[in-house]
């Protein structure tokens, strides 16, 4: 029932960015939240909530549809924010400020809902609480923060299909990663150079049959 979201960036808050399909063909571009069930039903798809508390989030949202719409526009544009910064380092370049300022102060926000979890004795900051719809936010800030500052954000990469451009962080062995998803846009790719091959190779016989 529902979507399923291709969760492959290997870091949640790339993930987000990916909810927005064919980026780079604007009369094809496909919005993958159009409402907050969807992106509850990412959030859980993305293992950010469990599906009991995706299940709650819904009935708090049917019950304020204002604030759901309100939530979802800030999952928007925190979104969008992501993109550029991540698309800008991805090329190398200075991200805008205005962006960087948008996920930090969505990161302090996200500090305002902290509350400590235990564990055996052991101690975790945990953002799991509450239903308020704004909660599933949190992780996605906090996995955005904790990559701008580790080192692998020089391992973030664009997929190198020209309609797809999804973001992800390389973590392949030797850091070859260059599809999404190798079954989605690997094999579209492999496709058509098998074809390029082959009608190349056919020239080629042309050319070898006219010396
Ligand atoms: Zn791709």
């Known amino acids: 029932m529902g979507t399923v979201f291709n969760i492959l960036a290997g870091e949640r808050c790339l993930d987000l960015v990916n909810t927005l399909d064919n980026r780079p063909v604007p009369e094809k571009k496909l919005e993958l939240l159009p409402d907050y069930a969807s992106f509850a039903m990412w959030a859980e798809q993305a293992g950010i909530i469990s599906r009991q508390k995706r299940q709650r989030l819904c009935e708090v949202a049917l019950a304020d549809p204002a604030r759901a719409t309100n939530v979802l526009s800030w999952v928007i544009e925190l979104r969008e924010s992501l993109y550029r910064i991540f698309d800008r380092i991805v090329g190398e370049q200075q991200p805008p400020k205005s962006d960087l300022d948008l996920v930090a102060h969505f990161l302090a926000q996200s500090y305002r809902a902290v509350r400590f979890r ?90 070898a049959t006219q010396q």
Request: hydrophobic share 30%; proline share 3%; glycine share 6%.
């Open 118 to 207: 235990s564990t055996h004795g052991v101690y975790q900051l945990d953002w799991q609480d509450g239903e308020q719809l704004e909660s599933p936010l949190w992780p996605i800030v906090r996995s955005a923060s904790s990559l701008l500052t580790s080192p692998d954000l020089k391992l973030v990469r664009k997929c190198s299909v020209e309609t797809c451009r999804w973001l992800f962080v390389d973590r392949s062995k030797n850091h070859s990663r260059r599809w999404c998803d190798m079954k989605i846009c690997g094999n579209r790719t492999k496709a058509r150079k098998y074809y390029s091959r082959t009608k190349l190779d056919a020239g080629e016989g042309a050319r």
